[in-house]
């Protein structure tokens, strides 16, 4: 089996995710995702820029492919950014061709499933947008729990906030801190005390700052906050969990192993949230849990991913031992979401009472709906062309 072609198509979700196709000389055709966050324009090229290595490449011989790719750029950023995305969307299309040829699904080709669905968490943004009033963010974090989820995650980094005196600084005010105190203190008295939460400060802040919101919301037993620090130094994000009982997690902002080696070495993190078709994809992973698992640290992944790439991350999360939740952030674009696959039971929706149930079916065992491709295809790119 030989690959002989490798397409894209781009929709919109979360911004612009791109979609990847790799056709073979069989007749067979693997589909994958690249994370979202570099804009379709950067990882469509990339990935065009990649395909001549891959014509002629047996798609099977998964690890061979993206190892030939990585080593195509060692000297031109294949350590992380665009490059590791693109090659992480190329990746998810391999397994599901090498699932697909080998008639299992891709859960089984990475070493079988220790459960059988995923849970998942639902990310309920800064609440009600765009007031982001705490009685937005109660109703809406009522609302997931009435519908299944056992875990949440609000974001708390407010920089529209009036009292926000400068922009650019890292250093969080009286008002902002008692701001998001406040909210967290809200959700967590709608949501009662058995329902797992999560807080994502998206890299926003400096030392001393993330040791006092860290503080703040000891009370409130968080199942963990999120980058409370800018990813580059681990020297700092490890005084700041030294110094707190609320549970530190980072990792969506690394690549590869080698990115979150230092991260678990030097016991900066109490959970890993690597995003899949971001970090080098499955196999990647994987072997990023592993390393985990030898630090006895949770693996928890990001994901900003269409319904196709939520289930090939759901297969991933599914053959480790150490998972203990997946990201799922189509809460407000749902209706889209949904519409991108046919759900492997004919529902309407890979997602059913906070959980994904990882189908048997070969690869990653959901089919693209091309109505739904189309419908929300951006200008510009072609599908599948
Ligand atoms: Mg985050």
């Not at 040791?211 to 490890?238: G, H, K, Q, T, Y």
Request: with cysteine; aromatic share 8%; hydrophobic share 45%.
């Amino acid at each position: 089996m030989r690959i002989v072609n490798v397409t894209t198509a781009v929709v919109a979700y979360h911004g612009q995710a791109t979609l990847v196709r790799i056709d073979t000389d069989e007749g067979l055709s693997g589909f994958g995702e690249a994370n979202p966050d570099a804009g379709a324009g950067a990882v469509v090229g990339m990935i065009e820029s990649l395909t001549p290595l891959l014509i002629g490449e047996d798609p099977r011989n998964v690890e061979r492919c993206w190892e030939k790719l990585r080593r195509s750029k060692v000297f031109a950023g294949a350590q992380s950014g665009v490059f590791v995305i693109a090659l992480s969307g190329i990746e998810l299309a391999l397994w599901d061709l090498a699932g697909k040829a080998a008639g299992q699904p891709v859960y089984r080709m990475l070493g079988g499933k220790f459960r059988d669905r995923i849970r998942l968490y639902a990310d309920c943004g800064d609440g009600d947008d765009p007031a982001g009033s705490i009685a937005g963010c109660v109703d809406r974090a009522q609302r997931m729990v009435a519908e299944g989820f056992t875990a949440i995650k609000f974001d708390i980094d407010d920089l529209r906030h009036p009292a926000k005196f400068d922009a650019f600084n890292h250093t969080i005010n009286a008002a902002e801190l008692r701001s998001m105190v406040e909210r967290v203190a809200a959700v967590r008295e709608a949501i009662g005390p058995d329902v797992d939460l999560a807080i994502d400060l998206h890299a926003r802040y400096d030392v001393p700052s993330a040791c006092r919101i860290s503080w703040e919301l000891e009370p409130f037993r968080l199942m963990w906050l999120e980058e409370p620090l800018p990813a580059e130094n681990v020297d700092a994000l490890v005084r700041v969990r030294e110094q707190t009982r609320t549970p530190i997690c980072a990792g969506e902002n690394l690549y590869l192993r080698w990115g979150f080696r230092e991260l678990l070495e030097r016991g900066a993190v109490d959970v890993i949230e690597p995003d899949v078709p971001k970090c080098g994809g499955l196999a990647e992973a994987k072997k990023i849990a592993n390393l985990a698992e030898l630090h006895y640290i949770p693996f928890a992944p990001h994901l900003v991913s269409t319904p196709l790439g939520t289930m090939a991350t759901s297969h991933q999360c599914g053959a480790i031992p150490n998972f203990l939740v997946q990201e799922w952030h189509a809460l407000e674009e749902r209706e889209v979401w949904d519409s991108y696959v046919h759900a492997p039971d004919g529902s309407g929706s890979i997602v059913k009472d906070g959980y994904i149930t990882l189908p048997d079916t070969p690869g990653i065992g959901v089919e693209l709906d091309m109505d739904g491709v189309r419908a929300h295809a951006v200008a510009g790119y072609g599908v599948f062309e």
